[in-house]
C-alpha cells in the first residue's frame, strides 16, 4: 500500500514537472510569437532608428532676375554641421574647433558630442569662412552638409516687388510668396546606414533621392530703371512732404512693367 502511494505521488510529481516545462516552453514560444509577429512593425522601426539616419538634401531656390538678367535675388552656401557621437574619433579637438568658430565653450560642444544619441547637430546654417578650419577636419563622425540661404544683393531694392522668405526659405510676401512653389524646388533625401564603425551613403535598398531645385524668374523689371525710379519716387515723397508715394513705369505698347 506504502509503495503503491510513493509511486503515485512520483508520478503525479513527473506529471507535473512536465506540466510545468510544457507550459513554459508553449508561453516562451507565444512570447516569440507575440513580439516577432504582433509586435514586428514597432521593432523593425526601432531597429531601423538605431541604424539609419535619414539627412536631407536641400534644393537650391529658383533665383529672380531683371530683363537684362541681373540677378535681383541670390542664394549663398551654408552648412549644417552635426556629428555622430557614436564614431567621433577626436571630440575634443571638434569641441575646439566649434568654440573658436561659435564663440561658445568647448564643455558645450563636448556635452553634444558625449550623448548616446547617433546624431545631434552643432551648428546650423553657418558660412563656409565661419567653418573654414571645422571642414578640413577628417573624423568619421563629423557630418557636413551644404544648404542655401536667401540673399538680397540690393538690399531694399524693389522690396514690395520681390517681398521675402522665413529662415525655412518659404516664401512670405511678394513674388517669393505669388510664386513659392516654382522657386522652391523639392528637397532629396540621403540615408546613412551605421554598420560598426563604418557609415555608408548608399545601397541598393536607400537610394539618394537627388533634390530637384526650383526655377528662376526673369521679370520685366529692368534693375537700372528702378533704381533711377526709386530715388526720384524718394525725393518727390521728401519735396512734398508725404508720409508715402507710389510710381509704375510702363511700356505703353506691350504693357511691360519696367519698374
Same mark, same amino acid.
Given at each position: 500500500?506504502? *509503495?503503491?502511494?510513493?509511486?503515485?505521488?512520483?508520478?503525479?510529481?513527473?506529471? =507535473? #514537472?512536465?506540466?510545468?516545462?510544457? !507550459?513554459?516552453?508553449?508561453?516562451?514560444?507565444?512570447?516569440?510569437?507575440?513580439?516577432?509577429?504582433?509586435?514586428?512593425?514597432?521593432?523593425? *522601426?526601432?531597429?531601423?532608428?538605431?541604424?539609419?539616419?535619414?539627412?536631407?538634401?536641400?534644393?537650391?531656390?529658383?533665383?529672380?532676375?531683371?530683363?537684362?538678367?541681373? *540677378?535681383?535675388?541670390?542664394?549663398?552656401?551654408?552648412?549644417?554641421?552635426?556629428?555622430?557621437?557614436?564614431?567621433?574619433?577626436?571630440?575634443? @579637438? !571638434?569641441?575646439?574647433?566649434?568654440?573658436?568658430?561659435?564663440?561658445?565653450?568647448?564643455?558645450?560642444?563636448?556635452?553634444?558630442?558625449?550623448?548616446?544619441?547617433?546624431?545631434?547637430?552643432?551648428?546650423?546654417?553657418?558660412?563656409?569662412?565661419?567653418? &573654414?578650419?571645422? #571642414?578640413?577636419?577628417?573624423?568619421?563622425?563629423? !557630418?557636413?552638409? *551644404?544648404?542655401?540661404?536667401?540673399?538680397?544683393?540690393?538690399?531694399?531694392?524693389?522690396?514690395?516687388? #520681390?517681398?521675402?522668405?522665413?529662415?525655412?526659405?518659404?516664401?512670405?510676401? &511678394? =513674388?517669393?510668396?505669388?510664386?513659392?512653389?516654382?522657386?522652391?524646388?523639392?528637397?532629396?533625401?540621403?540615408?546613412?546606414?551605421?554598420? &560598426?564603425?563604418?557609415?555608408?551613403?548608399?545601397? @541598393?535598398?536607400?537610394?539618394?533621392?537627388?533634390?530637384?531645385?526650383?526655377?528662376?524668374?526673369? #521679370?520685366?523689371?529692368?534693375?537700372?530703371?528702378?533704381?533711377?525710379?526709386?530715388?526720384?519716387?524718394?525725393?518727390?515723397?521728401?519735396?512734398?512732404?508725404?508720409?508715402?508715394? !507710389?510710381?509704375?513705369?510702363?511700356?505703353?505698347?506691350?504693357?511691360?512693367?519696367?519698374?
Amino acid at each position: 500500500m506504502f *509503495k503503491t502511494t510513493q509511486a503515485k505521488l512520483q508520478k503525479n510529481r513527473l506529471i =507535473l #514537472l512536465a506540466s510545468l516545462i510544457t !507550459i513554459f516552453f508553449l508561453a516562451v514560444e507565444v512570447n516569440l510569437f507575440y513580439r516577432q509577429v504582433a509586435q514586428h512593425e514597432m521593432f523593425s *522601426k526601432v531597429a531601423e532608428n538605431q541604424y539609419l539616419k535619414k539627412i536631407p538634401l536641400r534644393a537650391n531656390r529658383g533665383g529672380i532676375y531683371d530683363r537684362t538678367e541681373h *540677378k535681383l535675388v541670390n542664394n549663398t552656401i551654408k552648412y549644417d554641421l552635426a556629428a555622430d557621437p557614436q564614431i567621433v574619433e577626436n571630440n575634443k @579637438a !571638434i569641441a575646439k574647433a566649434c568654440s573658436k568658430a561659435f564663440n561658445r565653450s568647448e564643455q558645450f560642444y563636448l556635452k553634444k558630442l558625449n550623448r548616446e544619441s547617433r546624431f545631434t547637430y552643432l551648428a546650423r546654417r553657418v558660412s563656409e569662412e565661419e567653418i &573654414g578650419e571645422i #571642414l578640413k577636419l577628417k573624423d568619421p563622425g563629423l !557630418i557636413k552638409t *551644404k544648404s542655401f540661404r536667401r540673399e538680397y544683393p540690393y538690399r531694399t531694392y524693389a522690396a514690395h516687388l #520681390l517681398g521675402f522668405t522665413d529662415p525655412d526659405d518659404q516664401g512670405l510676401s &511678394g =513674388l517669393e510668396l505669388q510664386y513659392d512653389q516654382q522657386l522652391a524646388g523639392s528637397d532629396g533625401e540621403a540615408v546613412m546606414q551605421y554598420d &560598426g564603425p563604418r557609415r555608408v551613403f548608399y545601397n @541598393a535598398d536607400n537610394p539618394i533621392v537627388k533634390p530637384q531645385h526650383g526655377d528662376d524668374i526673369i #521679370l520685366t523689371i529692368d534693375k537700372d530703371i528702378q533704381t533711377i525710379v526709386e530715388q526720384e519716387l524718394e525725393n518727390g515723397i521728401k519735396k512734398a512732404k508725404a508720409k508715402a508715394g !507710389i510710381a509704375v513705369m510702363m511700356d505703353p505698347f506691350s504693357g511691360a512693367v519696367y519698374a
